[in-house]
Every structure is written in structure tokens, then in C-alpha cells.
């Protein structure tokens, strides 16, 4: 139990300023600019708004400066702002297949029609730290062919699917379920289910993924596509009447080929995990798809025996501002708790008086 | 980015230029707000009112399960609004991703003055070199990524 305490006042105005200060450091060195952030730091960016869920790169930029480079806190700031905002619409669904490609890879397929393309990326780096980033340098960037295209890519799980090989998506034109208006129940739906996860915590997402892959739940994913790059959002006005454009944002979408299931009635078919996330977050979307795709096990009547595959768990568990919410609580004064403890505690290891009959 | 979605509510006949407002609105929608800058005096330079004053808020951003199924809720993102009538009744309006009001208020601007007697000009003179650099950063994009276009090789193993 907590109880209510009162004043530090001055103590507590002061421990601020001193964050402030020690945020800032030594002012010899030029400040740190949110448009810096913004645009040298876009993997951080990304992460505090996925997880902030919130898709605007200025303010997850600011978020990171103020939290000092905390990015779970930068997440409580941008989910906090997110708080303030009307909501005026919902988008149409995003057509990630019209995507603008920085990157896509296919691990299933080695000639993949339109390639594969590495785009900016750490894979296939030694992680040697570089100490030329310790000076200033010049970065030109690769050497392009000017008229250098990229081809069509089609999705790779749709290839599957025109053999029949993968069971295609449906849409049953049902209202979509939104968990930051209606809280969850249990059992959620998957659309609920995606919703909790894109907003979850990476590191818990990329743990419980890898979890399956060590054989908590093992459902043998291959990664069978992975995009980066900007996808328009549309959104159809009331006072408009038509779909119009409001920009583009920058998304990661991971879609993972995992074991078949079949059936007596049914021939075996390759089973889907569906991440996405906000930004370039590979990691990110990659938990989440393995973890998609761990908690439809009651849908292919797998047994239930792993926390990935626990939904109340994942569900309740995945969300770092609530965690670090209940977890930070611990840090409050407590006193008149611990007191009743205390007492307790003692007159259990008092001796009793009257001597044993 | 070149899908358009089919229009759900009105009819074509209803609104004959649907496809040109929304071919410009786009454009605007992915201009830079120095862009519009460029043009503020032209665009300002007309007797208008806000209809609704710059506003900022949220769009809900639906994705769809495995990239073609059911809707869901991906998370939000920053969108600014804003409508404007000019002296001649025309009503602009704008949607923009971001924060940004006065890039909100100069597109609303564009798209009132886009539906008049003059829309040739404001065509040939925004919309059409906005979509051209559009174009550019596009292809510049493409060509850089096409550059990191790799062909893996299968190694056959060797028996011994």
C-alpha cells in the first residue's frame, strides 16, 4: 500500500535543476540540437515512436534530448504529449506493397523478383568500432548509377500464396478494435493483439522471439520478406468525400514463414507472423512478427506451453511505460507500508513470555 | 506510393475532378514547407478568411495483417488541418502530416486558389516544379538503393 506524503518541495525543484544541468554538461561543448537527433540519430528516433506511438520525428527528438537519451523515458514523454492530441480520423489502411524501397530482403528466396536490396544497414559490418566517426569525415554515400531503378517487388509471402502454399489474408470488413479506447480482454483478437505488440518493448519482444527460436514454443519462422521505406498514408475527410494524400512515413514490415499446419481436411500450408513499426526497426518488427505468430497457437491448436505463447502474459507484460511505471513506484516512499512490515516482522521473532505448557 | 484507393463515398459524377485535386493535394502534402514558403506572398496575395484556423491533432494509422488483410491499429501520427475561404467562396482545404501551421495554412491556400479561374497557372507554376523535385528526390532515393542490389550465391558442398 502507498500512502500519500507531503513536502521536499524545495529538494525536489532542485534535483531538477541539477538534471538539467548535468544533462546539459559542459558548456565548452556545443549543445545538442533536436533537429541533430532527429536526423543523426533516426534508429532512436524510430524506436521512441513506435513505442511512443506516435509518428513524428521532431518530438521523438525532443523527447530523446530531454530524457537525456533514456529512451523508455523519451517513450513516457511522447506517449504522455500523445495524451493531448484530438484524434481526427483513422487512415485507410496503409498499402505497404506501394512502398518506396530503402531495403528488402527475402532469407526464403535467393532470386526473388526485384532483388535483394541491402539498403543502409549494420548486417554484414564487422562491428569493429570505426575511429574515424571520432573526427569529422565526409560520408558520400554509395556510388550510384543516376538512371539506376529499382524493380518491382512483389510481395514474397504472396508468391507463396498463389501456389497455395500459404493461406492468404482475409479481411472480413470488421470494425477494428482499438485498445487505446477499449481496454483489452482476454482473449484479444489478433487485430488487438497487433496493436498491443507494435507499441510494445523491443527488448521484451526480442527476447521472447528469440525464446521460440531456442525452442520455448517452436514454430520455425524464416524471415520470408523485410521492407524499409516510406509508404503514403491516406486518410477520406468527411467535408472531402474522397481519399486524399497527407504524406508519407517511413515503416519497417517483417513477414515471417513459419511451420505448416495441415489436417485431415486440409493440406499442410506455411503458417504467417506479421510485424510492422514505425521508422527503420528492424529488430523491432522482427520480435514482433515471431511473436505474432507464437500467440495464434490456440488458432492452429498448438499445445500452449511457453510464455510466448501465453497471450494474458505477452499482452500484459509488453508495454515498457506501464512497466516502468508499476516497477519505478517501488522507488516512492513506502514508509508507512514498511512500518506494518516492520512491526510485524518483530513481534514474530519476539519470544513468547509465558513459557511453554 | 502511386496507388490511389477507390473513393468510398461519393460518386465520380458528383465531383468531376477528383483525380486533379487529389493528383495536387498529394503534391502538396509531400512539399516542403520551403518550398511553399517560396510562394507565400502569391498565395496570400488574395482577401481570404480561416474557415478553420491551423490545428494540430492525430491521424490513426491502420496497417492490415500480413501487408493485404483484416485492419489494425499501428499507432498515431502528428497531422496539422486547415481551412480557408477565399472572397469568391472557393474553400481550400489541408491535411498535413506533421506539426507544421503555417505550412498547413499556405496549402490550404494553394488548394483554394487551385480550383479557380486560374488554375492553369498555379499548375504550371506550383504544382507541376513541386512534383518535378518530387521526382527527383525520388529517383536520387531509388538509385542509391538500387546500388545496394546484391546477388547471394549458393555454394554447392562439396562431397569430400
Not at chain 1, 122 to 138: I, P, S, W
Not at chain 1, 331 to 343: C, G, I, M, N
Not at chain 2, 31 to 54: G, K, V, W
Request: with cysteine; proline share 4%; net charge negative.
Amino acid at each position: 500500500m502507498y500512502v500519500a506524503v507531503k513536502g521536499g518541495e524545495q529538494a525536489i525543484d532542485n534535483a531538477h535543476k541539477l538534471l538539467a544541468k548535468q544533462r546539459r554538461g559542459d558548456t565548452s561543448v556545443a549543445e545538442l540540437g533536436v533537429e541533430q537527433i532527429r536526423q543523426q540519430l533516426p534508429l532512436a528516433v524510430a524506436r521512441v515512436m513506435t513505442e511512443g506511438s506516435l509518428y513524428d520525428a521532431e518530438l521523438a527528438a525532443l523527447a530523446i534530448k530531454q530524457s537525456a537519451g533514456d529512451l523508455v523515458e523519451a517513450i513516457f514523454l511522447l506517449r504522455a504529449y500523445r495524451t493531448t492530441l484530438t484524434r481526427f480520423s483513422a487512415s485507410l489502411p496503409i498499402d505497404t506493397s506501394a512502398m518506396q524501397l530503402n531495403r528488402r530482403l527475402s532469407a526464403t528466396f535467393k532470386d526473388v523478383p526485384g532483388g535483394q536490396l541491402l539498403g543502409p544497414t549494420f548486417d554484414y559490418t564487422h562491428r569493429l568500432l570505426d575511429f574515424t566517426l571520432l573526427a569529422e569525415g565526409e560520408f558520400p554515400g554509395p556510388e550510384a548509377q543516376a538512371d539506376a531503378a529499382v524493380q518491382d517487388c512483389p510481395r514474397v509471402l504472396g508468391l507463396l500464396a498463389k501456389e497455395g502454399l500459404i493461406k492468404e489474408e482475409q479481411d472480413t470488413g470488421a470494425p477494428v478494435a482499438d485498445i487505446t479506447r477499449e481496454p483489452l480482454e482476454y482473449p484479444a483478437s489478433r487485430a488487438e493483439r497487433l496493436q498491443a505488440l507494435a507499441r510494445g518493448d523491443e527488448g521484451f519482444l526480442l527476447a521472447l522471439g528469440y525464446s521460440t527460436q531456442r525452442g520455448y514454443g517452436r514454430n520455425h519462422p524464416f524471415a520470408g520478406e523485410i521492407r524499409v521505406g516510406e509508404v503514403e498514408v491516406w486518410i477520406e475527410p468527411e467535408e472531402l468525400g474522397f481519399p486524399i494524400s497527407i504524406g508519407a512515413i517511413e515503416l519497417t514490415e517483417c513477414e515471417m514463414v513459419n511451420q505448416f499446419v495441415g489436417s485431415a481436411t486440409e493440406l499442410p500450408q506455411f503458417t504467417r507472423g506479421y510485424g510492422l513499426a514505425f521508422g527503420h526497426a528492424e529488430r523491432k518488427a522482427m520480435g514482433m512478427a515471431l511473436v505474432d505468430r507464437s500467440l495464434r497457437a490456440g488458432e492452429y491448436s498448438e499445445e500452449i506451453v511457453s510464455p510466448a505463447q501465453q497471450e494474458e502474459f505477452v499482452l500484459a507484460h509488453c508495454d515498457n511505460v506501464e512497466a516502468a511505471g508499476f516497477v519505478s513506484h517501488l522507488k516512492l516512499p513506502h514508509y508507512v507500508d514498511f512500518q506494518a512490515e516492520l512491526e510485524l516482522i518483530r513481534k514474530l521473532r519476539k519470544p513468547s513470555k509465558e513459557p511453554a505448557q | 506510393m502511386t496507388a490511389t484507393p477507390a473513393c468510398s463515398t461519393a460518386s465520380d459524377a458528383q465531383v468531376p475532378d477528383h483525380a486533379a485535386r487529389q493528383h495536387w493535394i498529394g503534391v502538396l502534402s509531400r512539399s516542403r514547407r520551403s518550398e511553399l514558403l517560396a510562394h507565400e506572398a502569391a498565395l496570400r496575395d488574395a482577401d481570404y478568411q480561416l474557415i478553420r484556423a491551423p490545428e494540430i491533432g492525430m491521424t490513426l494509422v491502420r496497417g492490415r495483417m500480413g501487408g493485404s488483410g483484416a485492419p489494425f491499429n499501428v499507432g498515431e501520427m502528428t497531422v496539422t488541418r486547415c481551412v480557408v475561404r477565399l472572397a469568391d467562396g472557393r474553400t481550400g482545404f489541408s491535411y498535413l502530416a506533421g506539426r507544421d501551421k503555417a505550412h498547413a495554412e499556405l496549402a490550404a491556400l494553394a488548394d483554394a486558389h487551385l480550383q479557380g479561374a486560374q488554375q492553369a497557372h498555379w499548375i504550371s507554376d506550383l504544382i507541376d516544379p513541386l512534383a518535378r523535385a518530387q521526382d527527383m528526390r525520388r529517383t536520387q532515393q531509388q538509385a542509391e538503393t538500387a546500388a545496394t542490389k546484391v546477388d547471394f550465391f549458393t555454394l554447392v558442398r562439396g562431397e569430400n
